[in-house]
């Protein structure tokens, strides 16, 4: 069964950092595009970041850019994110997601596995 387990959410003042961790079981995506998406309250699930096959490519969506940092570890089968500098609007459940290309893509459709998210609620 493959599995996608978003780890590291919880609550941080505005100012602040977390480091999201997404461990994958059942397979390997070591040749696979992942990315991050996230869902406010009341708002459609919108794209974060999303990282290629070997972590040499990456796209930001521009709330984010200079704040959250997207990485991959092929050997541990994990993908992180670092979010420095929070702010209140980026509170929301957070998802991972492992996609069938092994490009960085930014739709979800694109992608095929997704995590079940992890709450990250930012205070101001």
């Known amino acids: 069964q493959v599995q996608l387990v978003e780890s590291g959410g919880g609550l941080v003042q505005a100012g602040g950092s977390l480091r999201l961790s997404c461990a994958a079981s059942?397979?390997?995506?070591?040749?696979?595009?992942m990315g991050w998406f996230r869902q406010a309250p009341g708002k459609e699930r919108e794209f974060v970041v999303s990282?290629?096959?070997?972590?040499?490519?990456?796209y930001y969506a521009d709330s984010v850019k200079g704040r959250f940092t997207i990485s991959r570890d092929n050997a541990k089968n994990t993908m992180y994110l670092q979010m420095n500098s929070l702010k209140p609007e980026d509170t929301a459940v957070y998802y991972c997601?492992?996609?069938?290309?092994?490009?960085?893509?930014?739709?979800?459709?694109?992608?095929?596995?997704w995590g079940q998210g992890t709450q990250v609620t930012v205070s101001s």
């Open positions: 997601a492992a996609g069938r290309s092994p490009m960085a893509l930014m739709i979800e459709r694109d992608y095929d596995y």
């Open positions: 059942g397979r390997t995506f070591s040749s696979n595009g």
């Open positions: 990282i290629n096959w070997s972590g040499g490519s990456t």
